[in-house]
C-alpha cells in the first residue's frame, strides 16, 4: 500500500470505487499547517477528471496496470472490437469505455489499459491525432472569408468537423481527437 507522498503523474490509484489515472499533481508545504497533495485524477472507466486533495502521509490503494497496442476490427450493437497485434487474441469493449471513439477507424492502433491481476480491460486511448479522409463537405459560400469561416464536414468514420472552406469531398485531414478539431490538410 502506497502513500500519497509516493503519488507520480501516470500512476493509476483506487479511489471511491473507481480507478483513476493521476494527471497532474503538487506536493504543497504551507507555512502553516500540515502539508498535502492537490492531485488531478481521471477514471480510466468513464473518462470523468476529478480535482481531490490528499493529506501528507494518507494511505492509498495503487492498482497496477499494464498498457497493449491492439488493432481496432470492428463495431457492433454493444461496443469494439480489438485484435492483439502478438498473439490475435480479441478483446472486447463497451461504447463507454472508450473517449472520442467517432474518430476510430478500422486497422487502426489503439492502446488498450489492462487490470494487472486479471488481465480485464479498463479503458482505451486513441491516438492524439487521426488522419481521415472527407467524405462529405458543406459547400463554401463566396465572400465569407473575412474572419476564419468554417463549415460542416463528415469523415470517413461519420463524425462531423468543422473545417475551412477550402475543404472539399476526398481531402485527407489531421483531426485532433480530443476536441474533434481541424488541425491541417494533408497532401
Known sequence: MATSNDIKKGMCIEFSNDIFKIIDFLHVKPGKGPAFVRTKMKSVTNGKVLDNTFSAGHKIDEVKVITRKFQYLYEDDNGYHFMNNEDFSQIYLDKEMIENAQFMKAGE???????????????????????????????????????????????????????????????????????????????
Open 109 to 187: 492502433e489503439v492502446t488498450i489499459i489492462l487490470k494487472d491481476s486479471d488481465e480485464s480491460p479498463l479503458s482505451a486511448e486513441i491516438p492524439p491525432t487521426v488522419y481521415l479522409e472527407v467524405i462529405e463537405a458543406d459547400p463554401g459560400v463566396k465572400g465569407n472569408t473575412a474572419t476564419n469561416a468554417l463549415k460542416n464536414a463528415i469523415v470517413e468514420t461519420g463524425a462531423r468537423v468543422m473545417v475551412p472552406l477550402f475543404i472539399e469531398a476526398g481531402d485527407k485531414i489531421k483531426v485532433n481527437t480530443e476536441d474533434g478539431s481541424y488541425l491541417e490538410r494533408v497532401k
